[in-house]
């Protein structure tokens, strides 16, 4: 005979116990601690391994900070391709867990201090109809800001959106204006994205094709979404129509910072520019165009310019605007495609970290909403640290 009549007998209520949902042994280690703590090349591709809800179809979900990709790439002038930037995100940045996310630069771990974030999934854009899709990312982001906060910091959730080509920005600032009111804006990119629509070389018009990743933020403009003066743009390289497109530029109040311009005042040349420039109060929105690196670092994008910016140098720049009132970001263009290595994505949730850490750094002395990640999707409880 195999087994023992005492073996039998255990291993039966052992699975009697596992049947009924009960722990197997008294004073052991808990389920969650047995299972509990993924590695970062196990379980499913939420970012960074946070919790994940489809917040859009649970209005009851309260968060601090929603996670939410936005896969769509139909409004692009050349390389289509970042509708599939959230997911390849997404698993770039699995060596993120929020049991190892100590971020030396700004001495906390974002993802076990007071914010609770939430990877909200992706919002459903269709590929087949721009007008249709602006609709469903504008309601998308309404719906996604219109949850409660977990720790009642801050009015409305902030987001930290994946994109999706650069367009995504449009429905974005429209959701969030409702909330704040005019937005400053500091777009990192190689381009101006504030071009007039009719500078797009075609005799043939059509008003939902107005709605492009170059125009859209004209189109902000032209809506008063933006604040008057207080927009910049970091990082330009790209060729223009003509020297018009400056002017256009100028009336809707954005300052030029070139990628040049590094060689010239440095990163914290430009970090003085962008902090003398925004108003500390005001509420801001951060984009970054990962074509802003230069694509010897991140070649999967959709219109890539040569003589970019160092990830390294663009993490340290936004580092230094954690004082700012930042309301929402994005990292847009990430086309995986035209990856190598997972280069570009990795970047790009990297700069999701960098963002997510800001936030969570700029109250984290400024509030008692206390430690609530508890539910965070791996790591034992025991080993959460008061970080701050
Ligand atoms: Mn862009």
Redesign the pocket.
């Known amino acids: 005979m195999l087994f023992s009549k005492s073996i039998l007998f255990s291993l039966l209520t052992s699975l009697v116990a596992s049947h009924s949902h009960k722990e197997p042994v008294v004073d052991g280690p808990t389920l969650q601690q047995l299972w509990g703590d993924d590695w970062p090349f196990s379980g499913i591709n939420t970012f960074a391994h946070l919790p994940h809800t489809k917040c859009l179809v649970d209005p009851s979900q309260e968060y601090d900070i929603a996670i939410v990709g936005v896969p769509f790439d139909t409004a692009v002038s050349y390389r289509s391709g970042a509708r599939f930037g959230p997911r390849a995100i997404r698993a770039a940045a699995q060596r993120q867990t929020p049991n190892r996310a100590y971020s030396v630069r700004s001495e906390i771990n974002p993802y076990n201090n007071w914010a609770k974030i939430m990877d909200c999934g992706d919002i459903p854009v269709t590929p087949m109809d721009n007008k249709l899709a602006l609709l469903q990312m504008t309601k998308g982001y309404e719906n996604i800001l219109a949850h409660n906060t977990s720790s009642g910091v801050w009015k409305a959730p902030k987001i930290v959106s994946l994109g999706g080509d650069?367009s995504i920005i449009y429905p974005a600032l429209k959701a969030l204006n409702q909330i704040h009111g005019p937005i400053s804006l500091i777009h990192f990119?190689a381009?101006l994205?504030t071009w007039l629509p009719d500078k797009y070389p075609s005799h043939w018009d059509s008003e939902s094709g107005h709605f492009t990743?170059?125009t859209m933020l004209y189109l902000a403009y032209e809506d008063g979404l933006l604040s008057k003066d207080t927009n910049m743009h970091v990082g330009l390289r790209t060729r223009l129509s003509d020297a018009s497109d400056y002017e256009d530029d100028d009336v809707q109040g954005f300052q030029r910072i070139h990628a040049d311009d590094i060689l010239e005042i440095g990163v914290d040349g430009i970090i003085t520019k962008i902090l003398k420039r925004i108003p500390k109060d005001q509420p801001v929105y951060i984009s970054v165009?990962i074509?802003v690196i230069d694509p010897g670092l991140a070649p999967g994008t959709g219109t890539p310019e040569v003589g970019g910016f160092l990830t390294r140098e663009l993490l340290k720049i936004i580092h230094n605007l954690q004082d700012l009132n930042v309301v929402g970001v994005d990292i847009?263009?990430v086309s995986p495609a035209f990856d190598h290595a997972e280069i570009t994505a990795l970047a790009g949730a990297q700069l999701a970290y960098e963002f997510i850490t800001n936030m969570v750094k700029k109250e984290a002395n400024n509030t008692t909403a206390g430690i609530p990640s508890i539910d965070i999707a791996s790591g034992f409880p025991g080993k959460l640290l008061n970080q701050e």
């Open positions: 650069h990119d381009h994205d990743h170059g165009d074509d847009v263009e």
